[in-house]
């Protein structure tokens, strides 16, 4: 197999590339959830799609919710979670995209999947499974959750 040497229009191509990719990963900043009003702490990060998909880790969001999160290992990586909320009970398991809503099947738009051992899941799928309205800023980089009878004043505009 015969190499030809690095030209330095390769080497241009490169650096500029890296320093694009650096430059965007730099100013870019995390998304901010609220719920309530109040900013979920989690130690993984929502994560965002280029076609503006959401997923959140499961477990913090459902705790700031009030939510009790019970998991068992199945398969290997393909753990069993079962989240209860008042009346409300969400099945899923990690990398299917069937779960059940009290005992009713429910077709997931994407499977859950981990990110540095947390349980992420579609913004839609939770925002079904806990009655709670979501609403997703790009623009700002922040999800608001509202729960059904909780009013709260936004005190970030002051």
């Given at each position: 197999m015969n190499y030809r040497p690095v030209?330095?229009?390769?080497?241009?191509?490169?650096?500029?590339?890296?320093l694009v990719a650096s430059a965007l990963l730099a100013f870019s900043r995390p998304v901010d959830v609220r719920i309530d009003g109040h900013t979920m702490?989690?130690?993984?990060?929502p994560?965002?799609?280029?076609?503006?998909?959401v997923?959140?880790?499961l477990r913090a969001f459902a705790s700031a919710l009030g939510a009790r999160v019970t998991v068992s290992e199945v398969r290997g990586d393909n753990d069993a979670v079962v989240v209860t909320r008042g009346e409300r009970t969400f099945a899923i398991r990690v990398g299917d995209r069937h779960a059940t809503l009290n005992g009713?099947?429910?077709?997931?738009s994407h499977e859950p999947f981990r990110v540095r051992g947390?349980?992420?899941?579609g913004l839609k799928a939770v925002a079904t499974a806990?009655?709670?309205r979501v609403h997703y800023d790009a623009?700002?980089?922040r999800i608001d959750v509202r729960t059904p009878g909780v009013v709260s004043i936004d005190t970030t505009t002051e």
């Open positions: 030209t330095w229009q390769t080497v241009t191509l490169t650096a500029a590339s890296a702490e989690s130690d993984v990060a994560v965002t799609t280029a076609s503006d998909n997923f959140v880790p009713m099947p429910l077709t997931l947390r349980i992420m899941i806990f009655d709670v623009r700002s980089a």
